[in-house]
């Protein structure tokens, strides 16, 4: 699925846009078997935990924001068992020491490219390999991954406390595996960033600006996608601890990045009425990604809310695609 917000990776021939099929055997999943057999040589996964509670929820969208097709109705009610989640996204540093530890080398780094929002770009024209045609401020950029988010010449240095972008879902997993933890599953996610809060549409409540007229989350202000005013104090990411954490106590539910979750995606998830601690779907083509990003606009997208949902294909990486983690069950 390719929306404002996360393309899905060009195919094997290069026209960007279209998704290149995933072997079975990728260096991704190895790497992610490789972990699950490590046992008790576990890497430090060192970001602050989160608990939440077990209790019953409503998920969906309560207020009708939905866009078609996405799946956020019918409501339903879900229990939930507690579970302890990253209080913030994976950060730079926390993947660089999972790299570090293992050699493990991502998609973007395996297949030479990924999407980069086009105001973001630091690379040699050479490299841009194109343009995607639904979505056209996203290039293909060679040389782009998540130690050169913007491509060859641009650098994390300074950025060790923003989100870790250009990850993939099979890099995310392989992380999970190195680090004994997981992806959340869908309904864990959206419980945990409402913090608390039933039905509201916010982690914060059901109003976008703090009551002094100051944002409360890292999304685009100004004519999207090629004049952004920054009123929030961003272009791109913003460090994981950026405004105020939910009831919870985690940190930037909405904007900054999307967070993959562990489930397919299927538009029809929440059919079938109430349940507890869902899995999602047994099968499908694209992952569940939460939250919203830095480049969400009223005007193309309003995916920053607790309810919105959408899907990309998981060897797919971007600009502002992320992930936070669960302990495992």
């Known amino acids: 699925m390719s929306n404002c917000c996360a393309p899905a990776r060009p195919a094997a021939d290069g026209e960007p846009g279209r998704r290149a099929a995933a072997p079975a055997s990728s260096g991704e999943q190895r790497e992610e078997q490789r972990g699950e057999q490590r046992g008790e040589q576990r890497g430090q996964h060192r970001v602050e935990q989160a608990a939440v509670p077990a209790g019953l929820f409503t998920m969906g969208d309560a207020h009708r924001d939905r866009n078609p097709g996405d799946g956020e109705r019918p409501l339903r009610e879900v229990t939930s068992s507690a579970f302890e989640i990253d209080a913030t996204t994976v950060t730079i540093a926390d993947f660089t020491r999972f790299v570090d530890d293992t050699g493990y080398r991502t998609t973007a780094e395996q297949e030479g490219s990924s999407a980069v929002f086009h105001l973001l770009l630091e690379a040699p024209a050479r490299d841009v390999l194109g343009r995607f045609a639904q ?195």
Do not use: K
């Not at 950029?141 to 250009?166: I, K």
């Not at 004994?180 to 864990?188: D, F, H, S, V, Y």
């Not at 961003?234 to 950026?242: D, I, K, Q």
């Not at 992952?287 to 995916?303: E, I, K, Q």
């Open 135 to 329: 979505v056209p401020w996203w290039l293909g950029v060679a040389g782009a991954d998540w130690r050169h988010p913007g491509g060859r010449n641009s650098s994390t240095r300074g950025l060790e406390d923003h989100p870790v972008t250009q990850v993939s879902w099979h890099d995310a997993a392989a992380y999970c595996a190195w680090a004994g933890r997981a992806l959340p599953t869908e309904a864990q996610w959206e419980y945990a960033a409402r913090g608390g809060l039933e039905g509201a549409r916010y982690p914060w409540g059901d109003d976008l600006l703090a009551s002094d007229g100051s944002w409360r989350c890292n999304i685009w202000q100004g004519d999207f996608p090629d004049a952004n005013t920054r009123d929030d104090g961003w272009l791109g990411t913003a460090p994981v601890r950026t405004y105020e954490p939910n009831g919870f106590g985690l940190w930037q539910c909405v904007g900054n990045v999307w967070e993959w979750c562990a489930d397919w995606f299927h538009p029809g998830a929440y059919r079938g009425g109430a349940v507890t601690d869902p899995p999602g779907p047994a099968r499908g083509e694209m992952r569940v990604t939460r939250g919203g990003s830095f480049l969400c606009h009223d005007s193309y997208c309003n995916r920053y809310r607790c309810a919105a949902r959408t899907g990309n294909t998981p060897d797919s990486s971007s600009s502002n695609t992320g992930f936070r983690t669960v302990r495992r069950a």
